[in-house]
């Protein structure tokens, strides 16, 4: 990948930060939104800026990018454009573990992300073992399907787990579910950041595994790789990525489809280019979609999964024209 | 040698002397923070949302993010202290001039706080909690509010007026209306009590339960809800179980009275075969707040039309 292509990825993000603070429901002028994030300026336009812009800009930022590293991996490892962890259940399977949890009257942010964590697990080992028992786990189509279909099955638990649950917690639910970064605060930011460099940090490391794996299973092996025992890491740190995101943000479609094929389309090549092109691709392309999702009818709020996921299909679309 | 001893003497005070200063500070705070929550308890203001609220003087710039509260607020004598309002709080008339903040649930923080409100209100539901924590956080005090039976509407009257510096007035507001609920109840004493349906909403089936003012409403216009023994204020229902219970009257508002006569499966049901069908006021029955005296009055002449109105 040229440099200059890197510069502007930088550029990019540091752009859609620049938007995201500058704009929003509340029209602030430049300079006074300046002066806030320098500490000066008016109280409550610094509380605008630092305490509800700033935040909700670096969640998207952080969950951007884990998303679109969660997709890059997952891509890479399947060999299959269209893996994602929002279309393979992954997202699914966390958000069946963080409704549960919630359920049971515990919202500290380690439990729901912990549970968040085991159900996108257990979705990844499901959808690879549907997909092997229908005969192809690296046929790009089976896997899609398994992952509807385990997608499918959260839906339905959580719909069971919230239909006993009072109407209000209902209503916020479904919210989540379609994705929304307006509860953002410091707080978010400061457990889920961890937890992103921590699967980032891991991915890093093991970006050659990626690139081995990426070239099938068997030429793989004759590489010397144990295959079986390498997919599983790369796996675990890739729903661990997703349910990051997803206890902090619910469930936020198709990042993780669009933005690696960006990547490569930038010509990122080995791993370790792919995952940092992508991450800074999917920073920059949330935090403009949550822009989009607090402006567009404000005061009103979209839910940013709706967006990511208008964007997204149309994408999807030509991805699977071109696989056939 | 020697110098270093000093040195690390030094640091040694220094630190002793940091962390007894950090403590003496930690417990001030704390307990500075202590004594205002003694002072609001003492007050009695802890809100729905086990809120304490301290305020140092009566809210000048206030947002009410909830219909019933902006009315109250009005009846209250404050509404030319709102900045702010929910989309929904079109009563009284004046409200309208308020400026429309958007949705009272889930509500748009940074709007809010752009209004540079200095005291919130919420309606008290799980949504508006991580509405709550972000304003708290930013110093702008809140009060979560949630009054859905006529038993809670007293306190919470008394509450807000507590909150806004007017405690006479809330009193009046508050024995102005259990004065009108009694009266209503007077009207319709003695007579047959018809068994009622009340359809909140059709698809889904929603009727109301006993969780809900409705119901209390209902007991004293001399009246019966046939899902009284449903906890939950609005909760979903099955067509065949109000088949099943065979309510003499069916309450709906004009739009829905309609509805219900045009669609078919509802002939099913006796009270709509026999016409009995009472049409309320949706305007003026909907809300728990200054009007549910002059709402149980209305629903006291439509379910008893020979009671005549009680005016």
Redesign the interface.
Known sequence: MKRWRWVALGAAVVFAVVLGLGAGSVGLAPGDVLAALTGAGDATVRTIVLDVRLPRVALAVIAGAALAMSGATLQGVLRNPLAEPYLLGVSGGAAVGAVVMTAAASVAPALVTAGAMVGAAIAVALVIAVARAAGGRFDPRILLMAGVVVGAFANAAIMIVLANAPASSVRGALWWMMGSLADASWYDVAWVAPLVVLGAGFLWARARDIDVLALGEDAAAGLGADVDRAARALFLAAALLAAATVAAAGLIGFVGLIVPSMARALGARRARQTLAASALTGAALLTVADLLARTLRSPAELPVGAITAVVGVPFFLVQLARIR | MHSYRFVSFRTAFRTAFGAAFSAALLLCVTACRDAADDRARANGIVDDFGDTLALASPPQRIVSLNPATTELVFALGAGSRLVGRSRWDTYPDSARLVP????G??P????V??S?ADLVLLYA???NR?AR??LR???VATLAQRFDRIAEFGPAVVQLGRVLGDTMRAHTVRDSVYASLERARVLVEGRPRPRVVWPLWLSPLLAAGRGSFLTDLLVIAGAENIFADID?P?PQVTFEEIVRRDPDIVLAGPVQAAELRAEPRWRALRAVREGRIAIYDTTLVGRPGVRLGEAALHLASVLHPSAGTGK
């Open positions: 429309d903040l958007g949705d649930m889930r748009n923080v940074e709007v706080l752009a540079r539901s799980g949504e991580s924590d972000a956080r930013s110093g939950a609005s």
